[in-house]
């Protein structure tokens, strides 16, 4: 194996033909679907009457269409319910394993494909999700895909690609009390711009990573795609193994030992060259919240809404579009913010481990009054591994719903969503204009501990705080 990154290796590893076009013909492992871009696809696909190659590469779930209350079909919603009839068709017509409500597999697709060991290092992983970035945390080169190319997966198992550039966004030293992998990428996406890594694969590297669990190394990825990078990913190292055996689809027996040396072949190697690299300190960044419209509009909870002398150039007008539609003064502290809503939960931070942080600060309080608090889990499983724990009756005590799993309120295209100007504290990992639902509606993104404090405090407060 030549000298290099993971991503380069990976990359060569999976690379079928040059194109003329100059794009690279690349395999791809495996196809997350789910039911708001394959319908289309498949669509396309009986159009010219082709067949799903390898439907032993596909795995289909439902996740951001599924009500986290009353799941009864058919669906209130019409065309949730069509959506849903689609993906069921399809998958079935296909021989395509089908992850649905009630199989005890279901969830969030970047949810359920780590937890059953589908996701692997040095795989590649293609999904009609943006947020596929997440499953780069195992090593693996993994990004969010359009429509047409979900079609061209289906029909082909590759996708014609420019090979992306890679930054060593490497972090270093331990995080200070209240700090989270959330934070760490809300910092880092603050520091680099939402643009930042528009072109970039960015290899998440250092000390802070390493000592990370797999959870908090899938909440980073997950948000590269925020930073603009279309994947993100951590080395496989003895904490990712650990993680993986055992799981459904992990090798077993002699295969497992085989694979582990292949996937510790696969990282970067020590004099590998990067087209960047950035350098953080961990000891710098603080429990972070947005203040704004886009995910790099961050502050640490103690700082104050930047005033625009203190921004850029460049990043002014989106700032002074920000103060408009968050209805935040520039110089006001971002503490103290009242809220409307507190959501836990997403594909960013809605497994096992940030419920049971989320869980550990709602314990013995109490969600403040007029405050609508709810935690999703991220799928069955968490749901299941929750409830055996006690978390839900944790939450419920604590005045919090405990609901079904799905993207829930992260999207709204459920009966999740933010009504008119509501602000929500969100664990989720967008902010933009009207995500939650209401056209008008105001999300800060933060940890899932910090969710919890706003739930309990009613407005944006500082977790370290809590005790
Ligand atoms: C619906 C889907 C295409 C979309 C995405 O690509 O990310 C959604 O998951 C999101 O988070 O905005
Ligand atoms: S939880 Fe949110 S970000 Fe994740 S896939 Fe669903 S809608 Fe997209």
Redesign the pocket.
């Known amino acids: 194996m030549s000298k290099g990154t993971l991503f380069d290796k990976v990359w060569h590893l999976h690379t079928v033909s040059q194109l003329p076009s100059g794009q690279t013909q690349l395999f791809i492992g495996l196809h997350l679907i789910h039911e708001v871009t394959s319908p289309q696809a498949f669509a396309m696909l009986r159009e010219r009457g082709l067949k799903v190659l390898f439907p032993e590469r596909t795995v289909a779930t439902v996740?951001?269409i599924v009500p986290t209350e009353n799941q009864a079909r058919p669906f209130a919603d019409t065309l949730a319910e069509e959506m849903m009839v689609a993906l069921e068709r399809n998958s079935q017509e296909n021989q395509i394993t089908f992850y649905n409500v009630g199989s005890g597999n279901q969830g969030?697709?970047?949810v359920i494909a780590p937890e059953q060991g589908l996701t692997q290092p040095g795989m590649t992983i293609a999904c009609g999700?943006s947020?596929t970035s997440t499953h780069g945390a195992f090593g693996a080169i993994a990004f969010g895909i359009g429509t047409s190319q979900v079609r061209d997966v289906l029909a082909s198992q590759t996708l014609a690609l420019a090979k992306l550039k890679v930054r060593r966004v490497e972090v270093n030293g331990a995080l200070s009390p209240g700090v989270y992998a959330k934070d760490v990428v809300l910092h880092i996406i603050r520091k680099l711009g939402v643009k930042g890594g528009v072109g970039y694969a960015y290899e998440f590297a250092g000390t802070t990573f390493e000592q990370m669990s797999m959870e908090e190394r899938m909440t980073v990825c997950n948000m590269a795609i925020e930073g603009g990078a279309r994947c993100g990913y951590i080395n496989p190292d003895e904490v990712t193994f650990a993680y993986l055996e055992g799981r459904d689809f992990a090798p077993k027996g002699t295969d497992w030992q085989q694979a582990v040396d292949w996937w510790r072949s696969l990282r970067s190697d020590v004099d590998a060259e990067y087209d960047d690299v950035v350098v953080f300190d961990a000891a710098e960044i603080a429990p972070t919240v947005t203040w704004g419209i886009t995910p790099g509009q961050g502050i640490a909870v103690n700082e104050f809404v930047p005033t625009l002398t203190e921004l850029p150039q460049d990043e002014r007008p989106i700032a002074e579009e920000a103060y408009r539609y968050m209805d935040l003064q520039p110089g006001q502290p971002i503490k103290g913010t009242p809220v409307d809503v507190c959501f836990v939960g997403?594909?960013t931070n809605g497994r096992i481990s940030d419920l049971r942080e989320a869980a550990r600060f709602a314990q013995g309080r109490h969600v403040a009054a007029g405050v609508k608090a709810f935690v999703v889990p991220g799928s069955e499983r968490v749901k299941q591994q929750a409830e055996a724990e006690g978390l839900d009756q944790v939450f419920l005590a604590a005045g919090f719903e405990w609901r079904e799993p799905g993207?829930s309120m992260?999207?709204a295209m459920n009966p999740d969503k933010l009504q008119g100007r509501q602000l929500s504290a969100s664990s989720?990992?967008?902010n933009f204009k009207g995500r939650q639902g209401s056209s008008s509606g105001r999300t800060l993104l933060m940890s899932p501990a910090m969710v919890v404090t706003a739930a309990i405090n009613g407005c944006v407060a500082d977790v370290r705080e809590l005790g």
């Open positions: 996740d951001h969030i697709v970047h999700d947020h997403s594909c993207c992260c999207l989720s990992n967008r």
